[in-house]
T-cell receptor, first 109, second 114 residues
Framework: EDQVTQSPEALRLQEGESSSLNCSYT??????LFWYRQDPGKGPEFLFT???AGEEKEKERLKATLTKKESFLHITAPKPEDSATYLC??????????FGTGTRLKVLA | NAGVTQTPKFQVLKTGQSMTLQCAQD?????MYWYRQDPGMGLRLIYY???????DKGEVPNGYNVSRLNKREFSLRLESAAPSQTSVYFC?????????????FGPGTRLLVL
């Protein structure tokens, strides 16, 4: 069965303390992996799309990487405004997008 | 551009009542989607519309109906609400659909069924 698992469920970091969030997946024939940021009471906001193993994308303090089994969202020197829930989703073909349950990140000043 | 808009933002219903959640997008996207988000679960697809005039069931369609009114608008109807439908509902759109492109989400409708 197609599945997406994100870890950890929650993460508390001090401002400036770099870390990584993990998204592991089992899907037959991955054709796209997406990272979203979701603030409380808001809809998911698109961050990155990765299509093939080895691909990397960067945006400010965030960097997403992809292997054949998992993706990492690296956060370098985070700031309190990076606090949010980060969602991972994989595209399994046609209209099927499988979402993970997210990692709740809290960055303390 | 407003992107994807949803109304209402919040609604309280009694069991058995009906309501329609509205969604509109101004990005000229062909495909639109309705998801629900529950604590401890990932976003789950309720229905989608690949293009104007077509709709299809997703993972959790029971108890819902949809209408793709035109290219911009996609509504979700609860005919007889149940407490199990208490959730946050998100509408999303994408340019082509079925091609693995990015989905853009609205701000959500929080629904409480008593």
């Amino acid at each position: 069965e197609d599945q997406v698992t994100q870890s950890p469920e929650a993460l508390r970091l001090q401002e400036g303390e770099s870390s990584s969030l993990n998204c592991s997946y089992t899907v037959s024939g991955l054709r796209g992996l997406f990272w979203y940021r979701q603030d409380p009471g808001k809809g998911p906001e698109f961050l990155f799309t990765l299509y093939s193993a080895g691909e990397e994308k960067e945006k400010e303090r965030l960097k997403a990487t992809l292997t054949k089994k998992e993706s990492f969202l690296h956060i370098t020197a985070p700031k309190p405004e990076d606090s949010a829930t980060y969602l991972c989703a994989v595209w399994g073909g046609t209209y099927k997008y499988i979402f993970g349950t997210g990692t709740r990140l809290k960055v303390l000043a | 551009n407003a992107g994807v808009t949803q109304t209402p933002k919040f609604q309280v219903l009694k069991t058995g009542q009906s309501m329609t959640l509205q969604c509109a997008q101004d990005m000229n996207h062909n495909s639109m989607y309705w998801y629900r988000q529950d604590p401890g679960m990932g976003l789950r697809l309720i229905y989608y519309s690949a293009s104007e005039g077509t709709t299809d069931k997703g993972e959790v369609p029971n108890g819902y109906n949809v209408s793709r009114l035109n290219k911009r608008e996609f509504s979700l109807r609860l005919e007889s609400a149940a407490p199990s439908q208490t959730s946050v509902y998100f509408c999303a759109s994408s340019e082509m659909g079925g091609m693995g492109e990015t989905q853009y989400f609205g701000p959500g409708t929080r629904l409480l069924v008593l």
